[in-house]
């Protein structure tokens, strides 16, 4: 019986190499340029093994780096936002459907402001409606003076030292996407207030406005990145006295906002209550500052009376504290010794001052104004309004005003009134040692 191999079940021929070992030597001398295919890279086992050439995957990820990107269509409905506002945090339910409308109301009159220097980009910051004339087609924005300023005080901002440029370009970004000329009107450094003129073809949404705003009331600050798009911060007013670095006239914005946020797109942003009114404008969101409204409604009065030229304020010479604003532990001991719980503590009198020579000095309580009681520096700049002056020329501001003031001297422990003599300026008062 013949017999003959048999094939295994289990395994697969053994297929013949089509090209011999002398048939590839030829191929090569033929084709000295080609280089070898290179080896199968080991795969782990238990896995099917492929190919990568190097060679190829080295041309690919430059050629992907050298081909322009193709511009992807931003799709708001799709696309996540940044910076986000919060307001789907635990910490913001109870505000979530009262502020998103609050917010959504003022944001309509809320726009975004540049200002460059020789074509120089100076600031970027916002800004809101305050005035509209349908004839003409223009409009009054209000925003800080921070953005035409090119210089801040080098020590602390009673020591002056700020520069303006008055003659900046100012571009005023609308919510449609597109800019309009603006024209400096004017700016008050004290005050940290600039006016803006812009015609638009459009009318535009004016604000509503709630002159009172309390202590730890619940409020919105609001701003417009460079994108226009809509910032929103959470927190509370608050009343405190301020630092060398911020004039007397500003309450305070108190959050826990991200310390790495920009928030120079603030500046000049409304403050608004849960109702969607603006009690207030941010003027220095680092140091979370505002301007209540009482101040600024007094501010574009005078603007306004005195032919939109300039805002007049008295110049006194000395800083306040107010008493109700210590520690408690502070008051009593002020009440013990004086009899005393309400008024402004005299930190500073400056050197040759009207204030120095009437004898007013450090520790000092002025009790009151034109025989009004006065308890915080908010009631003190608003009392000002009323007894601020402007001259007939309304080129010169250097008048003076007398008021009379109640002070008690710490020292002496006395108490004495009588006229206090004032300088009138437009200018940010500064109080020297």
């Not at 002398?22 to 199968?40: D, I, S």
């Not at 003129?197 to 919105?220: G, I, M, N």
């Not at 309004?385 to 020292?411: C, K, M, Q, W």
Request: with cysteine; hydrophobic share 35%.
């Amino acid at each position: 019986m013949s017999s003959s191999p048999q094939k295994s079940k289990n395994k697969r021929p053994v297929e013949a190499n089509p090209t011999s070992g002398e048939e590839q030597v030829q191929a090569n001398k033929r084709n000295p340029g080609r280089e070898e295919a290179p080896a199968p890279l080991p795969m782990p086992a238990g896995r099917p093994a492929f190919f990568i050439d190097p060679k190829c995957l080295r041309t690919k990820i430059e050629r992907d780096r050298l081909a322009p990107k193709l511009a992807t269509p931003e799709i708001p409905t799709l696309k996540g936002f940044k910076p986000p506002t919060y307001f789907h945090t635990r910490e913001l339910l109870h505000v979530r459907e009262a502020g998103t409308t609050a917010a959504l109301t003022a944001a309509k009159s809320l726009l975004g402001i540049s200002s460059s220097v020789g074509g120089t980009p100076l600031k970027r910051c916002s800004g809101f409606w305050i005035d509209w004339n349908e004839e003409s087609k223009t409009g009054i924005v209000l925003t800080t003076a921070h953005l035409v300023r090119t210089k801040n005080s080098p020590v602390n901002i009673w020591l002056g030292g700020e520069e303006y440029a008055s003659h900046a370009n100012v571009t005023v970004h609308l919510l449609d996407g597109t800019n309009a000329e603006g024209q400096l009107l004017y700016y008050q450094p004290h005050y940290d207030l600039a006016f803006v003129k812009v015609r638009v073809d459009q009318p535009v949404k004016l604000p509503s406005f709630h002159e009172e705003v309390k202590h730890a009331q619940e409020v919105f600050r609001l701003g417009r990145d460079n994108k226009l798009d809509l910032r929103i911060t959470y927190g509370r007013a608050e009343y405190q006295n301020s630092t060398m670095y911020q004039r007397y006239h500003n309450m305070y914005f108190d959050c826990a906002g991200d310390a790495k946020d920009d928030k120079e797109y603030d500046n000049g942003g409304p403050v608004i209550d849960l109702d969607g009114k603006v009690v207030g404008m941010s003027n220095n969101s680092k140091r979370g500052t505002f301007i209540p409204l009482s101040i600024l409604l007094k501010c574009v009065d005078l603007w306004k009376k005195y032919e939109y030229k300039y805002i007049p304020r008295p110049h006194i010479g000395m800083s306040f504290k107010a008493i109700k604003l210590f520690e408690p532990a502070h008051l009593d001991k002020i009440w013990r010794m004086y009899n005393i719980d309400d008024g402004l503590v005299v930190p500073k009198a400056s050197k040759g001052s009207h204030a120095e020579k009437f004898g007013i000095q450090r520790g000092d309580i002025i009790e009151c104004i034109n025989g009004k009681c006065i308890s915080t520096t908010i009631e003190l700049e608003i009392c000002w309004r009323a007894y601020a002056r402007a001259p007939d020329n309304l080129n010169d501001l250097n008048v003076e005003i007398h008021v009379s003031v109640g002070v008690f001297h710490t020292l002496k422990k006395h108490r004495t009134t009588g006229e206090l003599a004032a300088n009138v300026s437009d200018l940010g008062e500064v109080i020297m040692d």
